[in-house]
């Protein structure tokens, strides 16, 4: 599966930003996805996954209660809603995917970055 991140932008603290992730092929519905980030000089870090039929979620602590991850199966897309967005937030923020039956993320989209102004 070939992903495509978008959404991602320049704003203030406080603000909301909602990132989507296009996927191409036919099987979308057969991945758990989620999203990563990393901030310069940091390595890169979960921020949420969600599985193949958007049922059950996974949220880093960090952005918890603020993050909201969630799919489209019919539109192949999956989307972050980031709501109460912190300087510390800003990061280039990557889409993945995990096929059913692994446990690694093999594939990746090219990232949005994401600037938190305070």
């Known amino acids: 599966v070939q992903l495509q991140a978008s959404g991602g932008g320049l704003v203030q603290a406080g603000d909301s930003l909602r990132l989507s992730c296009a996927a191409s092929g036919r099987t979308f519905s057969s991945y758990d996805m989620g999203w990563f980030r990393q901030a310069p000089g940091k390595g890169r870090e979960f921020v949420a996954s969600?599985?193949?039929?958007?049922?059950?979620?996974n949220y880093a602590d960090s952005v918890k209660g603020r993050f909201t991850i969630s799919r489209d199966n019919a539109k192949k897309t999956v989307y972050l809603q980031m709501n109460s967005l912190m300087p510390e937030d800003a990061a280039v923020y990557y889409c993945?995917?995990?096929?059913?039956?692994?446990?690694?993320?093999?594939?990746w989209g090219q990232g949005t970055q994401v600037t938190v102004s305070s």
């Open positions: 993945a995917a995990r096929m059913i039956g692994t446990s690694v993320w093999g594939s």
């Open positions: 969600i599985n193949r039929s958007g049922a059950s979620t």
